[in-house]
T-cell receptor, first 112, second 117 residues
């Protein structure tokens, strides 16, 4: 059973545009929602994370929006750059789970 | 300084062989993981060790056996390799959530690309 659903599977954006990736979760015990970025040939690396006590977190061009009632969260990349081209994974975890549950990934391509 | 390192980076082998992948972390973390990433990029957790104790053992064929000689190392041994084992295997580490407060980032190694022929 996939507990974190991610969409879209792939996304193509023009340079300077906004990239939006969405995730939905089922387990209401989840209390930590990170996004990981993976470049080709590399391991995933933490990009930004949010906890459900806030509805938005911004770090530079990257923003997480969180909707607890809808059990959804999304990653917004403002002013997308070709260097942002990578695979993005949302994830969720809780104390009892003791592990990260990853979404299926979104391959982002930013065209120059 | 490499935080999480894996060897080898590439592994090409014949069906039926036995192989091992090694992982080391120098972050002082308590918890280590093995993930499998398939050709569609889906990341699936296989095992997790906390202070050398197995805490997560997902539905993985028993041909896969993790071994943690100490907190800084988690190796993965695979017996009787099959074509379907071809994937990228990632090791990761994190501080124990119960001890880390809000610092529970997982740090991934560079991956081991396994190809079974």
């Amino acid at each position: 059973q996939q507990q974190v659903k991610q969409s879209p599977q792939s996304l193509i954006v023009q340079k300077g545009g906004i990239s939006i990736i969405n995730c939905a979760y089922e387990n209401t015990a989840f209390d930590y929602f990170p996004w990981y970025q993976q470049f080709p040939g590399k391991g995933p690396a933490l990009l930004i994370a949010i906890r459900p006590d806030v509805s938005e977190k911004k770090e530079g061009r990257f923003t997480i929006s969180f909707n607890k009632s809808a059990k959804q969260f999304s990653l917004h990349i403002m002013d997308s750059q070709p260097g942002d081209s990578a695979t993005y994974f949302c994830a969720a975890s809780s104390d009892s789970a003791r592990q990260l549950t990853f979404g299926s990934g979104t391959q982002l391509t930013v065209l120059p | 300084d490499t935080a999480v390192s894996q060897t080898p980076k590439y592994l090409v082998t014949q069906m039926g062989n036995d192989k091992s992948i090694k992982c080391e972390q120098n972050l002082g973390h308590d918890t280590m993981y093995w993930y499998k990433q398939d050709s569609k990029k889906f990341l699936k957790i296989m095992f997790s060790y906390n202070n050398k104790e197995l805490i997560i053992n997902e539905t993985v064929p028993n041909r896969f056996s993790p071994k943690s000689p100490d907190k800084a190392h988690l190796n993965l041994h695979i017996n009787s390799l099959e074509l379907g084992d071809s994937a990228v295997y990632f090791c990761a580490s994190s501080q124990d959530r119960r001890l880390a407060g809000r610092k529970e980032t997982q740090y991934f190694g560079p991956g081991t690309r396994l190809l079974v022929l």
